[in-house]
């Protein structure tokens, strides 16, 4: 690490459908991989070559940059044993750590509970969206669920300040917990009383900012930037979270994927030179993960649900690099069709909760798992 | 003359199986008496349909939308408030809730909303003859990639989810019965096949190609045979566990908040009874949706499960719209009318995947609650509307009132709505603020419209008001 004692942020960037590993970071000199993608292979001309074994989906242009400057993890092979190869059940072990029963807690919900036990910062946790991801839900600890920073209070058609105070004032007190009134109402009550509060937190965040990036038009620029705003107003949130989607890419696959990798490439470019502008880039990582990678053989048009996926880890103070071993494609190494997962995801948080944000990993993510060492 | 208890279970059953009724009506309803409600709303077609043709006349772009961008839920909405056949209109969302297909990949409004009309017409029928229309369903053939499932090719998608989303639940199949079930569905196509054009996209019909069917022998769940897509449904419909996970979505839909569906697997039911009830009539009734209704709203944990689940943004906005009323006209505003559930987390004709929304507290985050409160309070200030003018009327019409009274009367005029004492007495410390709430001078009433509008926005606001 660089610098500064500024506290460790993590920006999440899930890519939600399940992409496809293969043809994102493309094991090129593999002859199996041109068997086994007959429809939606990557020409090999426009493959964006890494060294003489992989290379990158074209629109990934940016991520290569950064990936030549050794602010890129590449992390092969990472999913978990004996994939369901379910969208929903897939993202909820992802985001729970519980591949064997059904979990409600997120692991980034328990995170930030121990980052902040005494929920000192209601918005130590700020996701971007119209809904909270199951990762970040966890009764009693808030989190801030922001779609638009400009527009962000409560019961705003009540005007004037004197009538706007004393109405918030009731209904802040209409809220407050009662004894025995149960769990649904508890969690109502203190969403209701986090939210007005964070409301009050976050409006000062686009007020203070200025910036030359120009972002673009698109739902995952738009994210990106609203997590600049509030990460450069010092607001003290530690996790950030948001998704871009649908990477499931049955049919039509190639020029689907081309342009959500293209969108997602181009913020997380503008996101970090954004950073850098400001001198806040140091303590900043992002983890990019999908639920699943897709089945090794297209089926004529896209590709099913499959296993195996790659993370990326991407910031400053990352060891650039691959991490792992990609999965053999040989027919006879393959699960159902599909890569057999070489790194355990749970592994992958573990190192950004031990070396990066400085907590004990095994409660959070349910066990001791080996780490990659990308920090 | 109906007992204010009457009154209150007319009000349940009318939020759960409707989007609420006005007090007018819900006293009506209750005169008429309880089964008798139920049986009218089993049998829509006693009553009126919604004059679709009054919306194109002065909305004219609501039909078939095409890829207006986030309002092609207008047309939709706007049965939602002025239906006269709520539970047909319930049922539909119910099945749009089950059956999650979007926009996101369809791109057309057209084809989902097609949908929409197939569970507004056979919702409330044989679920065995609606799971086949559902198979043959353009939308639904786009959606999950059943006209990429070729005879020389599989794509297990569509195959996969109704498995495990439509019908049984994960957990009651094997990865071979998912694939001899989409081999089933080979050749389950969709024409014409043509690029858009740039007014739109031709309608799509369903098509049947046998040289694209795999006829051969397949297993299916124990049962061998040169199975078609109508013998995988017969045999999907004889399995105990999709009579089990219909009761579990019906009871999760209309009577109390349950865990999701994911969780099915390893979660067993709130109420194991009513699944078993419900399970048990939707069997014997050879899957008849109406029967099965029938046997739900009349049953005792039906009745006994006021406020036992959070209301869903559609129900919200719908509820909110028909309580303040004033939106019989397809007026301009219809189409961000129809943009804010998705504000609260629902975007209609667009659920985030397959799966559909997840339900209950899943509803709420910090972002979602407060788009509840901010919209329903904003609509329910302005007094100007019909139904909050009848509101003041029915309050005028007690004559002047206490603080208490006051309170008490919006409670109940909202509702009835059942908070804790605690929460009563913050709202009376509230409106005592202002005294006794009167109307005997033009600056009388002018004043009291100010506080009702106040006190009205504190209720929907309240946490009680989140549950239907």
């Known amino acids: 690490m660089t610098s500064t004692k500024k506290d460790p942020v993590l920006v999440v960037l899930q890519l939600t459908g399940g992409n496809d590993y293969l043809n994102t970071v493309i094991p090129y000199t593999d002859p199996l991989y041109r068997d086994n993608r007959p429809v939606v292979g990557v020409p090999d001309a426009r493959i964006l070559k890494l060294n003489d074994t992989i290379g990158l989906h074209p629109e990934l ?291 950004i909760l031990e070396d990066w944000l400085r907590l004990d990993a095994a409660p959070l993510v349910g066990g001791k798992f080996e780490k990659p060492a990308f920090l | 003359m109906p007992t204010q208890n009457d009154i209150a279970l007319m009000a349940h059953l009318m939020r759960r199986a409707g989007f609420g009724a006005s007090r007018e009506e819900i006293e009506a309803r209750a005169a008429k008496g309880y089964e008798a409600t139920v049986e009218e709303l089993l049998n829509p077609e006693v009553q009126e349909a919604v004059d679709r043709y009054d919306l194109i006349r002065f909305q004219p772009w609501t039909w078939r939308p095409g890829t207006i961008q986030g309002m092609g839920a207008a047309e939709w909405l706007y049965f939602m408030v002025n239906t006269r056949r709520p539970l047909e209109e319930k049922m539909a969302l119910f099945w749009h809730q089950v059956f999650a297909t979007g926009v996101s990949k369809v791109d057309h409004y057209d084809e989902v909303n097609d949908m929409v009309l197939l569970f507004r017409q056979r919702g409330m029928g044989n679920y065995k003859e609606l799971l086949t229309e559902l198979a043959k369903s353009p939308a639904m053939i786009y959606w999950l990639d059943n006209c990429e499932n070729h005879a020389d090719a599989v794509n297990e998608n ?145 009745k006994n499960a006021r406020f036992a689940r ?36 629902q975007d209609l004709l667009n659920p985030p995947s397959v799966e559909g929304w997840h339900t209950g507290t899943e509803w709420i985050n910090s972002g979602s609650l407060m788009r509840r409160v901010n919209f329903t309070a904003d609509l329910v200030s302005d007094v100007t509307k019909p139904g909050i003018q009848s509101i003041i009327q029915r309050l005028r019409a007690k004559g002047h009132l206490s603080p208490e009274g006051f309170v008490d009367a919006c409670l109940d005029l909202m509702g009835p709505l059942e908070v804790a004492p605690r929460i009563r007495q913050e709202l009376v410390d509230h409106a005592n603020a202002g005294g006794s709430l009167r109307w005997d001078t033009p600056q009388a009433v002018e004043n009291s419209n100010k506080r009702v509008s106040e006190l009205l926005q504190l209720i929907v606001s309240l946490r009680e008001y989140q549950y239907a």
């Open chain 1, 61 to 351: 242009a940016p991520i290569k940059a950064m990936y030549q400057q050794g602010q890129v993890a590449i992390i092969h092979g990472v999913g978990y044993a004996n994939s369901p190869r379910s969208h929903f059940r897939s993202m909820d072990i992802w985001h729970t750590c519980e591949p064997d029963k059904l979990g409600t807690e997120g692991w980034l919900g328990r995170t930030c509970r121990e980052i902040d036990p005494n929920k000192e910062n209601v918005v130590t946790a700020v996701s971007f969206g119209p809904s909270l991801p199951r990762a970040l839900a966890l009764p009693g600890v808030p989190v801030a669920c922001v779609d638009d920073l400009q527009s962000y209070g409560m019961l705003t058609s009540i005007t004037g300040e004197e009538q706007r105070s004393r109405i918030l004032d009731r209904f802040s007190r209409l809220y407050m917990p009662t004894i025995g009134q149960g769990a649904v109402m508890d969690y109502l009550g203190q969403t209701g009383l986090d939210s007005m509060k964070g409301a009050d937190i976050l409006k000062a965040a686009p007020e203070r900012y200025s910036s030359t990036i120009e972002y673009s038009d698109t739902t995952i620029s738009k994210k990106l930037k609203g997590i600049a705003q509030v990460h450069l107003a010092n607001l003290g949130t530690r996790i950030f979270y948001c998704d871009h989607g649908s990477f499931d890419s049955h049919s039509n696959q190639v020029g689907m994927h081309d342009k959500l990798w293209k969108d997602v490439s181009n913020a997380v470019d503008e996101f970090f030179a954004d950073l850098r502008e400001h001198n806040a880039s140091d303590n900043v990582i992002m983890l990019v993960f999908s639920e699943f990678g897709r089945r090794v053989h297209d089926n004529g048009s896209g590709t099913d649900h499959g296993a195996a996926g790659a993370v990326f880890v991407i910031g400053n103070s990352v060891k650039g690099g691959e991490y792992g071993e990609y999965p053999s494609t040989r027919p006879q190494d393959l699960e159902q069709g599909d890569l057999v997962p070489s790194t355990d995801f749970r592994g992958v948080y573990t190192t």
């Open chain 2, 310 to 345: 959070l209301k869903s943004p559609a129900e919200v906005v719908a509820g909110t719209l028909r309580l303040v009323g004033g939106y019989e006209f397809p007026s301009p505003g219809l189409g961000e009318m129809a943009r804010q559930p998705c504000y609260m987390g």
């Open chain 2, 158 to 302: 569509w195959g996969r989810e109704l498995l495990e989303l439509f019908s049984m639940g994960v957990g009651n199949y094997t990865e071979v019965d998912v694939r001899e079930c989409s081999r089933a569905f080979t050749g389950w196509t969709f024409v014409p096949k043509l690029p858009r054009g740039p007014l739109g996209r031709f309608d799509w019909y369903f098509q049947y190609r046998e040289e694209d069917h795999d006829d051969t022998e397949k297993t299916f769940l124990g049962q061998n045979g040169r199975f078609n897509g109508e013998d995988i449904i017969e045999i999907i419909c004889q399995q105990p566990a999709t009579a089990t996970f219909i009761a579990r979505h019906l009871y999760n839909f209309f009577v109390a908040d349950e865990a999701q569906v994911p969780a099915w697997a390893v979660t067993p039911p709130r109420d194991q009874d009513a699944i078993d009830l419900l399970s048990d009539t939707f069997r014997d009734s050879n899957f008849d949706m109406r029967a099965t209704l029938r046997v739900l709203f009349n049953s005792d944990f039906f």
